[in-house]
């Protein structure tokens, strides 16, 4: 491992040590340890020091879940930005950066396939599409996942991941809550089951709507999962909060969570829990 060789005596300065290393080496958020990053997509980027769960994108998160031969589905949709909403950056523009970076069309992938032995309508949000808030599209997207599991008798499971409603498309987007919680409503109905699962973060409006809906609301471990965020309740109340405020493991034991499943027991775990509840 030639970039950790030093010449007698001299100290390699950070700054070189971070051009040497860029690319292969990551720190670990929680323990800060330096973790090698192939080393850490096999463990689908879940640190093995402390059990920090990295953020993933929604389609890493798919092919986790469902066996091969899924298929992506609802692609089509994309944001009309229809209040011309500009802030610090037009919001078109933002969603051109977005789109480019992810090479995704907004903040949701929806498939369909095998999870184990169950088909499964599953739809993921991407944290890395302007913070996975939820707009139109997303709303409209998870939507049809819903009327996918109402066509078929597919369970359905949701992975959030969002900062929330998305400002930029105001009340269009604060629409989608009502939506999908109808939505949800007509399952429930039809007793279709639907787990719902939270990971870093899950916030806002998706916490105040179908993230906390499931018949089954689980999380990853140690994930951000609230209504408005700690720093604007600390700020409004002024008052510190308690230690882990609104992490998955405070959220379990005051009875918000009914599971905490660790990344790489999720898809046993789901697969499981369909088998016993009947789907
Ligand atoms: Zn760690």
Redesign the pocket.
């Known amino acids: 491992m030639s970039w950790f060789k030093r010449e007698d005596n001299e100290i390699v300065n950070d700054s070189e040590k971070t051009v040497r290393t860029e690319g292969l080496w990551i720190r670990?958020s929680?323990?800060?340890?330096i973790?090698f990053k192939a080393e850490l997509e096999a463990n689908q980027q879940v640190?093995w020091?402390?059990?920090?769960h990295f953020r993933i994108d929604a389609r890493t998160r798919i092919e986790n879940l469902l066996e091969p031969g899924y298929e992506l589905v609802d692609l089509e949709l994309r944001s009309t930005d229809p209040l011309n909403f500009t802030d610090l950056k037009p919001y078109k523009r933002r969603l051109a950066e977005a789109q480019a970076k992810t090479g995704l069309n907004d903040a949701i992938v929806n498939a369909v396939g095998q999870l184990g032995p169950h088909s499964v309508v599953l739809s993921v949000m991407e944290y890395a599409f302007i913070g996975g808030s939820m707009g139109a599209v997303v709303g409209e997207t998870i939507a049809r996942a819903v009327d996918r599991s109402l066509a078929t008798r597919h369970p359905l499971i949701i992975v959030a991941a969002s900062g929330g409603a998305r400002m930029m498309e105001g009340i269009a987007s604060l629409m989608q809550l009502a939506k999908i919680s109808a939505g949800l409503a007509r399952m429930d109905d039809a007793k279709i089951p639907y787990i719902s699962v939270m990971t870093d973060p899950t916030t806002g409006g998706v916490t105040a709507s179908f993230a906390m809906l499931g018949d089954l609301n689980i999380a990853e471990p140690g994930a951000l999962i609230g209504f408005a965020g700690p720093r604007v309740i600390e700020q409004t109340i002024r008052q510190k909060l308690p230690e882990g405020f609104q992490r998955s493991e405070f959220l379990l034991e005051h009875g918000f969570l009914d599971a905490i499943v660790p990344r790489k027991e999720m898809k046993e775990y789901l697969s499981q829990t369909l088998s016993w509840m009947g789907a």
């Open positions: 670990c929680d323990c800060g340890k973790l640190c020091h402390c059990g920090h």
